[in-house]
């Protein structure tokens, strides 16, 4: 049974900071691995998304990577802004597209 | 804005009730999946359905049930309902694409159910 870990739970960084939020999964045995941010009682919004054969993807002062053989993926935000607060999740896809979410990791921005 | 629509936005229902939750896909997206977002983590796979078949389920009773409809629209109903229950409920539609590790899926925006 696929597993996703995020940590941290939670991370309060000042304005203008880069930081990196990671996810780990059990099972290599994935399609794509999704990255999404969710604000306060919200949908979900598709950030990046990473084919299972890709080792990155770039949109903005967003970079995914992904380690598929260690099991691995961190998001990486660049220059912090207080827009950025809200959780943000992790999914891996199966061969249907159904995924499997890790817990978030919670973010503030303090200005 | 994802054009994915949920409604009602919000619910509260009793203990043994049976609810009914509804999505708008996009248009011309094939797939649409449903997913249980409990207070704090993160959201759980219910069960996904391609053109009006289901094709997929997670682990949750058969007392979870969905419908999909050629019009793009698609129910969740949930019978004989417990307090834990209660959750965000999340429909999110994709194109269903073969090759489908490249099918973005589009969320709507939740409904939230509460379970007295």
């Known amino acids: 049974k696929q597993e996703v870990t995020q940590i941290p739970a939670a991370l309060s960084v000042p304005e203008g900071e880069n930081l990196v939020l990671n996810c780990s999964f059990t099972?290599?045995?994935?399609?794509?691995l999704q990255w999404f941010r969710q604000d306060p009682g919200k949908g979900l919004t598709s950030l990046l998304l990473?084919?299972?054969?890709?080792r990155e993807q770039t949109s903005g002062r967003l970079n995914a990577s992904l380690d598929k053989s260690s099991g691995r993926s961190t998001l990486y935000i660049a220059a912090s802004q207080p827009g950025d607060s809200a959780t943000y999740l992790c999914?891996?896809?199966?061969?249907?597209?159904?995924?499997?979410f890790g817990g978030g990791t919670r973010l503030m921005v303090k200005p | 804005e994802t054009g994915v629509t949920q409604s009602p936005t919000h619910l509260i229902k009793t203990r043994g009730q049976q609810v009914t939750l509804r999505c708008s896909s996009q248009s011309g997206h094939n797939t649409v999946s449903w997913y249980q977002q409990a207070l704090g983590q993160g959201p759980q796979f219910i069960f996904q359905y391609y053109r009006e078949e289901e094709n997929g389920r997670g682990n949750f009773p058969p007392r979870f049930s969905g419908l999909q409809f050629p019009n793009y629209s698609s129910e969740l109903n949930v019978n004989a309902l417990e307090l834990d229950d209660s959750a965000l409920y999340l429909c999110?539609?994709?194109?269903?694409?073969?090759?489908?590790?490249?099918?973005?899926?589009?969320f709507g925006p939740g409904t939230r159910l509460t379970v007295l």
């Open positions: 990473i084919q299972s054969s890709q």
């Open positions: 099972d290599s045995a994935i399609y794509n």
């Open positions: 999914a891996v896809g199966d061969a249907g597209n159904m995924l499997t």
């Open positions: 999110a539609s994709s194109l269903g694409l073969a090759g489908v590790s490249l099918d973005t899926q589009y």
